[in-house]
């Protein structure tokens, strides 16, 4: 079965930090640029960065430069958010995907896997 499976959420005070993890099942991530999501209750989803292995390029939304950091393993097949400096307003369901992507932009999908939880509270 080819899918991506999203881990590593959870709950975070204000200030703190996770990683989460992107890592492909069935299939291998090397053809791919993969990017992350996240969808907070009520809001449409927002892209917020996305690496591409063939070009080395890498995208961050605004609201999330400076404190994310995405990376890639290749040899475990997975891709990685770094998550530093976390905001209540980071609280969302983040998903990752395979999308057009280079330093100014990053494309949109919805096909994800079902996602990890990141909340960010006192």
């Known amino acids: 079965q080819v899918q991506l499976v999203e881990s590593g959420g959870g709950l975070v005070q204000p200030g703190g930090s996770l990683r989460l993890s992107c890592a492909a099942s069935?299939?291998?991530?090397?053809?791919?640029?993969i990017g992350w999501f996240r969808q907070a209750p009520g809001k449409e989803p927002e892209g917020i960065s996305c690496?591409?292995?063939?070009?080395?390029?890498?995208y961050y939304a605004p609201s999330v430069k400076g404190r994310f950091t995405i990376s890639r393993d290749s040899a475990k097949k997975t891709v990685y958010l770094q998550m530093n400096s976390l905001k209540p307003e980071d609280t969302a369901v983040y998903h990752c995907?395979?999308?057009?992507?280079?330093?100014?932009?990053?494309?949109?999908?919805?096909?994800w896997g079902q996602g990890t939880q990141v909340t960010v509270s006192s």
């Open positions: 690496i591409n292995r063939a070009s080395g390029l890498i």
């Open positions: 069935g299939f291998t991530l090397e053809p791919y640029a």
């Open positions: 995907g395979a999308v057009p992507c280079d330093a100014q932009a990053m494309g949109d999908t919805r096909d």
